[in-house]
């Protein structure tokens, strides 16, 4: 099926999301404790010893980990297809400053930092290679627009330093 046989009529309702993500990890308890002791998810399930479920806010899950076909494996190589990264999208900036610093005092380097003009976002990196995005957006009217309306996201610097003054000014 190629992309001009979707039928053009066809449109997601607006309240459609992406519901969790489900990543193939070759250490269970490692993945665990990144997604829970660095990240703070919760940890819901456990399937067994071979998978995990984790979320924010007592949710089933947002994410799902599992060793079933990985145990031990590697990330797949540069070059090749699969997922670029997952991303958390947290309620706010401060909520994202708490997170970051978690981040780094755990002494998980960071990969980048930008401002996309509709959100700010660190990049980072899973036990496991897998691309990781912790964000907030901006409140849609400020969204950056061009003449007629259309979106015009970027990428610009972060300033990290204003990021995690979020959580100083707020006392921690």
């Known amino acids: 099926m190629g992309m001009s046989d979707a039928s053009p009529e066809y449109r997601a309702p607006a309240e459609t999301r992406i519901g969790h993500v489900h990543l193939k990890v070759s250490e269970l308890e490692r993945a665990v404790q990144f997604y829970g002791g660095v990240l703070g998810l919760d940890l819901t399930q456990l399937y067994g010893r071979g998978a995990a479920f984790l979320s924010a806010g007592g949710y089933h899950h947002q994410i799902g980990l599992n060793t079933w076909e990985s145990q031990g494996g590697s990330p797949p190589p540069a070059g090749t297809t699969g997922l670029y990264h997952l991303a958390i999208l947290y309620p706010d900036r401060r909520s994202l400053a708490a997170a970051v610093l978690q981040v780094l005092n755990a002494g998980i380097p960071l990969e980048g930092a930008s401002d996309h003009g509709v959100s700010e976002a660190v990049y980072l990196r899973d036990p496991d290679g897998n691309g990781v995005e912790l964000y907030h957006d901006r409140p849609p009217e400020l969204w950056p ?20 003054a979020e959580v100083a000014e707020a006392g921690g």
Request: glycine share 24%.
């Open 145 to 164: 627009r061009g003449p007629g309306g259309h979106l015009e996201m970027g990428t610009h610097p972060l300033d990290l330093g204003s990021l995690l």
